[in-house]
């Protein structure tokens, strides 16, 4: 049960000018260490950690933790009286991207400041279009499939993405394999990406198929997103994710049994100690 209480105790408090400004510090290399790993865990990746105590370990493992899920929000204010916000890999992923385009475009800014972004992973032809949409030149935004079966990486493929690393040098790398790979690669990677000079490295799931023209997949309309429906409008466009949602019953579960046990240690009767006099 401890592990829900150190995930919760992780994560960044969510707040945007917060993030945006630390995200500037770290491109200008105002880190410990870099690059900078940040994981997005929702209620779902956090019941999968019950079954898979390594996917827990590498998520305390990255540097920063956003929650990505309002059941996460709700029970870190229920559990530790801590106030956070909900802060997705999508919108930080399309945030980026806004942004780096008009930096790109910004005729008082030269080019070298210009900061070269690679998409990797999602599905086939979804990275591209969705770089193509803000960098037609192919200037800053780059991107990559990496893996036909990112389970099963194949020798070809690793020396492929390598060189592609090594040409391209890019700054961020947002990588969209899904949970637990997407984790494991940045993990895998980590050293290699440090000697290459990236700043930071980005889990975002399925944000690249959402924000991506060549998808049919669709960002939810802000009224579901004010509601926390997310999952919802999610759930009609792929019906095939109704399995995956039973694991928000889990969540759910395993919320309220940590928050008994805490209380069953609070209440538990001191005991005396008695002293030989």
């Given amino acids: 049960m401890n592990n829900l209480r150190q995930l919760i105790d992780k994560l960044h408090n969510g707040n945007r000018q917060l993030w945006e400004k630390h995200w500037f510090e770290w491109l200008a290399g105002e880190a410990n260490k870099l690059p900078v790993v940040i994981f997005t865990p929702n209620p779902e990746q956090v019941v999968q950690t019950q079954q898979n105590p390594a996917f827990f370990t590498l998520l305390l493992w990255a540097d920063v933790l956003l929650a990505d899920g309002v059941g996460l929000v709700i029970a870190s204010r229920w559990l530790n009286q801590k106030s956070i916000k909900r802060l997705t890999g999508r919108e930080v992923l399309e945030w980026w991207l806004q942004k780096a385009s008009k930096l790109a475009n910004n005729p008082k800014l ?79 990677w980590h050293d290699f990406l440090a000697e290459m000079g990236v700043k930071i490295v980005m889990v975002c799931g399925g944000g690249v198929d959402v924000l991506s023209p060549a998808t049919s997949l669709r960002p939810p309309p802000p009224l579901l997103t004010k509601l926390h429906l997310e999952w919802l409008y999610r759930l009609w466009q792929e019906p095939w994710r109704w399995r995956r949602q039973l694991r928000l019953l889990k969540f759910i579960w395993l919320v309220i049994i940590t928050k008994l046990s805490t209380n069953k240690m609070t209440n538990r009767p001191k005991q005396k100690v008695s002293s030989n006099q």
């Fill in 110 to 188: 030269a080019s070298k400041q210009a900061i070269t972004t690679l998409l990797l992973g999602a599905k086939p032809g979804s990275a591209e279009a969705l770089a193509r949409q803000y960098d037609p030149d192919i200037g800053w935004c780059l991107a990559s499939a990496g893996y036909q079966n990112v389970a099963q990486p194949t020798e070809e493929e690793e020396k492929n993405l390598k060189s592609l690393l090594q040409t391209v040098k890019p700054q961020i790398i947002f990588v969209a394999f899904g949970a637990p790979w997407q984790e494991t690669w940045a993990s895998r």
